[in-house]
């Protein structure tokens, strides 16, 4: 179950976002609805770390930039997948 961010109010227009940053590496970055979407989305190796912020934006695109997520959203998670095979 996905951790709610509080005190974030989205605006007019806007909706929650979840995005998920692989890596650190703002161009691998992937936008859902829920956490499930996002991860989904992501598909990081195994030993990749991810970031998970909760953001508002009108879409998944501007939920994906990394002036719009980093400073307006919520570091929500942040944690290494498993390793081996």
């Known amino acids: 179950m996905q ?9 007019v227009g806007e909706k929650r976002w979840t995005v998920a940053v692989v890596n650190r590496d703002p161009a691998d970055s992937h936008a859902g609805r829920s956490f499930q979407q996002a991860m989904a989305q992501a598909m990081p190796d195994r030993g990749a770390h991810v970031d998970v912020y909760v953001t508002c934006a009108r879409d998944g695109g501007d939920a994906r930039l990394p002036s719009n997520y980093s400073k307006r959203g919520k570091l929500v998670r942040s944690f290494r997948t498993k390793r081996g095979g």
């Open 3 to 11: 951790r709610k961010a509080k005190g974030l109010s989205c605006g």
